[in-house]
């Protein structure tokens, strides 16, 4: 190959090159020349040297020739040296050329050696730059059957991330452009693939989390219901520890709320896939798509919770749904406290302001439809366990629970309808006999329960109440009645309900109660002793009205010293206090018209009579047989001051009587004879009257008003009609101290009617008898004057 190369001549005409300057210069210093000689050899251009070298020495020459001439002699002995040096020159180029050969030989096979050498170095180096490509497509083919791999596990997160290492690590390495095009090609429709599978697996998720809502809506309601009852007992214990002067239970009070994480411990639902896809499409780079795909499913799901089947009766189907609604948001609130800004806050209020308005709306039907109170308060206590169930994750429940404060008139015109029902049945039913206990256990649950107890000093049994079944019936009515407003009105809007619940209870005892007994009491069928009972029944009602509202502040949390003052009674005992009345009223009624039949004082008395009265009429003995019965039966069963009332109303009633008799039209005469008579009469009723009020101690209570007092006007006429000289009635003296009672016109109209027969006391007697003519003339100057004063 060495061969091959043209050799180059330099050639100069006119002087030397710069190489034998050069070269001169080197020689001329002495300097050694075999590098250069080595080099030129080294290079294969051994000739050029030469001639330099040729060159050099024929300088030389000529210098030495002028040296010569100038020292010849001395260029003798230099051209001898010279010679010799020529010699030695001669066998050095001998040696060089020896050496040149040699080698050449050895050179030659040497460069075919590098030539190969060369060839191997370049056939290595594509060999390494094939093995560098192929590995890079090797792994990028290894990432790739990895991908599928992981997609054909459902490991789509590894998938994305080993096809973000081939896109951005690998691909543009990939030597081979068909592989590196369906690499490219391919990445696409993986994604796509990927995503499609996300999207699916992400919807069953949708699926089974609409499902399970109802669960663990149920599940999140129960433990409010158990933290609720937990708190009721709490209470309850407390209440009683307090009422017996214990101090207290000396342990915190329950909270209801129930703290997250053991919410969170409890509601375990997996939000995996949720998250998975929501992750998977933040790496595709579509986290919003995902977001915006989601919030819109997800407010579907929620608008067909929403929806009510109107086959089905609401009271059935009220749990599955509100705890639908509760899940839902358990479910909602989840996601967002734990997915990061997967979902805004508004998108969940917007979410629940649509939920709250369709529950407002539905319940405000369904309460309006519903006709059992029982009904409306199983879904109100429902609703606002819903209600502090919500609240714990931060919803806002108040529109609910106005919708609740809104049916509570709804529910307690129900439930009074329940309980006036109840009333009617129990009064209706009830025998008017006093209540008879025969054990301790039924004195409790019928006396003591209500406070219907007239000593505090236990009984002996058999026990005979002074009220009939009917009261400690109704007591049980009112006060299921108070628990069921205070169920209702419980964890509602307002947290301090009594006045709301006193106003109730004074309804239904108004309302209810009262008319319920005023209109036994105006049945005009009541008898004596049935008007008695109502009125004995009427005054422990009054009492246990205080009962009632002890019960109601306790249910209510009040304190009882609270509710014990004067003041803070029941505008409803005032008003059992007037139909009490009422009842005394009827009962007057009865026992003055049963009276009236047995006096009927125009048929039994013989006005006119000519013969002179040895007694009392055969009647006054039935109407004393009667009055004692009504008193003893009224001593018996009702209080002192109502057996007062009693026996004042029926000797008043006697007396007016007697008084209206000698007014009444049919009675257009009457003689002495019938005046005696209606004293032996008077007489024994003022006797029985004395008696009576004597035996049954009224005389500690009412001394100054005796029984007797109240028949002084019948009393008064009599003494009148009787006296010797009636006349006197007109002196204001007189008149004052013995008629005092008497009215003028009553005065005279009777007087007009005491007349005598021809062959009466003041007719064909009067001339035997002085006496009898001095009054009859008495009598006619009172009737005189009478008229005068009239």
């Given at each position: 190959m060495m061969e091959?190369?043209?050799?180059?001549?330099?050639?100069?005409?006119?002087?030397?090159?710069?190489?034998?300057?050069?070269?001169?210069?080197?020689i001329g210093n002495g300097d050694d020349v075999g590098p250069l000689v080595r080099h030129a050899f080294e290079m294969g251009r051994p000739e050029p040297l030469v001639h330099q070298l040729k060159n050099v020495a024929k300088k030389k020459e000529a210098e030495i020739e002028d040296l010569c001439k100038t020292h010849y002699e001395e260029f003798i002995v230099a051209v001898d040296e010279l010679r010799g040096v020529l010699v030695d020159a001669e066998e050095l180029k001998s040696d060089l050329a020896s050496d040149n050969f040699r080698l050449q030989e050895v050179g030659s096979a040497l460069l075919v050696k590098l030539e190969e050498l060369l060839e191997s170095y370049a056939i290595k180096k594509n060999v390494t730059e094939a093995i560098k490509m192929s590995k890079i497509c090797v792994q990028a083919l290894e990432l790739c059957v990895k991908c599928n791999s992981f997609i054909s596990e459902g490991q789509f997160y590894h998938a994305l991330k080993t096809m973000d290492l081939i896109e951005k690590s690998y691909l543009k390495l990939i030597p081979l452009k068909v592989l590196k095009?369906?690499?490219?090609?391919?990445?696409?429709?993986?994604?796509?693939?990927?995503?499609?599978?996300?999207?699916?697996?992400?919807?069953?998720?949708?699926?089974?989390?609409?499902?399970?809502?109802k669960n663990i809506g149920q599940t999140a309601i129960g433990l409010t219901a158990s933290a609720r009852q937990r708190e009721g007992e709490m209470l309850e214990r407390q209440r009683r520890a307090e009422e017996q002067n214990t101090g207290g239970l000396g342990e915190s009070a329950y909270t209801l709320d129930v703290e997250d994480s053991e919410q969170d411990s409890v509601l375990k639902f997996d939000l995996t896939p949720l998250y998975r896809a929501y992750h998977i499409h933040t790496i595709l780079g579509v986290p919003e798509r995902f977001r915006d795909y989601y919030y819109e499913n997800r407010l579907l799901q929620l608008k067909s919770d929403l929806q009510i089947s109107y086959a089905q009766p609401f009271v059935e189907s009220y749990q599955t749904f509100l705890a639908q609604i509760a899940g839902y948001f358990i479910v909602e609130d989840r996601v967002i406290r734990t997915a990061g800004d997967f979902l805004l806050a508004d998108q969940v209020e917007t979410m629940w302001e649509t939920a709250i308005s369709k529950?407002?709306?539905?319940?405000?039907?369904?309460?309006?439809?519903?006709?059992?109170?029982?009904?409306?308060?199983?879904?109100?206590?429902?609703?606002t366990l819903l209600g502090t169930t919500l609240r714990q994750y931060g919803y806002e429940v108040g529109p609910v629970l106005d919708a609740l404060d809104k049916s509570r008139d709804k529910y307690h015109e129900l439930l009074l309808e329940e309980c006036r029902r109840q009333i009617v049945t129990a009064i209706t039913e009830d025998t008017y006999q006093q209540m008879v206990?025969?054990?301790?256990?039924?004195?409790?649950?019928?006396?003591?329960?209500?406070?219907?107890?007239?000593?505090?000093?236990?009984?002996?049994?058999?026990y005979i109440a002074p009220f009939s079944s009917m009261v400690p019936d109704v007591c049980r009515i009112i006060r299921?009645?108070?628990?069921?407003?205070?169920?209702?009105?419980?964890?509602?809007?307002?947290?301090?309900?009594?006045?709301?619940?006193?106003?109730?209870?004074?309804?239904?005892?108004?309302?209810?109660?009262?008319?319920?007994?005023?209109?036994?009491?105006?049945?005009?069928?009541?008898?004596?002793?049935?008007?008695?009972?109502?009125?004995a029944n009427i005054s422990f009602l009054e009492k246990a009205s205080d009962y009632f509202l002890r019960h109601a502040a306790q249910l209510c949390g009040i304190p009882s010293r609270s509710v014990e003052r004067p003041q803070a009674s029941l505008a409803a005992k005032v008003v059992l206090k007037t139909s009490r009345d009422e009842a005394y009223l009827a009962l007057l009624n009865v026992v003055n018209t049963k009276l009236d039949e047995f006096m009927k004082l125009t048929e039994n008395v013989n006005w006119i009579t000519e013969e002179m009265p040895q007694g009392p009429h055969e009647y006054i003995n039935e109407v004393v047989i009667y009055l004692e019965t009504v008193m003893s039966t009224a001593q018996q069963i009702l209080p002192m001051d109502a057996l007062y009332k009693v026996g004042v109303g029926a000797v008043e009633h006697i007396s007016n009587s007697?008084?209206?008799?000698?007014?009444?039209?049919?009675?257009?005469?009457?003689?002495?004879?019938?005046?005696?008579?209606?004293?032996?009469?008077?007489?024994?009723?003022?006797?029985?009257?004395?008696?009576?009020?004597?035996?049954?101690?009224?005389?500690?209570?009412?001394?100054?008003?005796?029984?007797?007092?109240?028949?002084?006007?019948?009393?008064?006429?009599?003494?009148?009609?009787?006296?010797?000289?009636?006349?006197?009635?007109m002196n204001p003296v007189i008149r004052e101290r013995n008629y005092n009672t008497l009215d003028y016109k009553k005065v005279a109209t009777i007087c007009d009617k005491f007349k005598d027969s021809p062959d009466g006391i003041f007719g064909s007697l009067a001339n035997r008898n002085t006496k009898l003519t001095a009054k009859k003339k008495s009598m006619d100057m009172l009737k005189k004057r009478l008229k005068e004063f009239n």
């Open positions: 091959a190369k043209p050799k180059r001549r330099i050639v100069t005409e006119n002087g030397d090159t710069g190489e034998d300057l050069v070269l001169a210069t080197l095009l369906v690499i490219e090609r391919r990445i696409p429709v993986i994604k796509s693939h990927i995503e499609k599978k996300v999207c699916s697996q992400f919807n069953e998720w949708l699926v089974h989390i609409r499902t399970s809502s529950i407002v709306a539905i319940l405000e039907n369904q309460f309006a439809r519903m006709d059992s109170p029982t009904h409306l308060l199983l879904v109100k206590d429902y609703v206990i025969k054990k301790e256990a039924d004195y409790e649950n019928n006396v003591l329960s209500f406070n219907l107890q007239t000593s505090d000093i236990m009984p002996a049994f058999t299921s009645y108070i628990k069921g407003s205070v169920d209702y009105l419980s964890y509602g809007v307002n947290t301090s309900f009594f006045s709301v619940l006193r106003k109730y209870l004074d309804k239904i005892l108004i309302d209810v109660l009262n008319e319920v007994i005023l209109e036994t009491i105006n049945n005009n069928s009541i008898g004596v002793s049935q008007a008695m009972q109502i009125a007697i008084v209206s008799t000698f007014l009444s039209d049919s009675i257009k005469r009457f003689n002495a004879n019938a005046v005696s008579a209606i004293n032996h009469d008077l007489r024994v009723i003022e006797n029985f009257a004395d008696e009576r009020y004597h035996s049954s101690g009224l005389n500690e209570i009412y001394k100054e008003g005796s029984f007797r007092s109240y028949l002084v006007e019948a009393r008064q006429l009599i003494n009148l009609l009787s006296s010797s000289q009636p006349e006197n009635f």
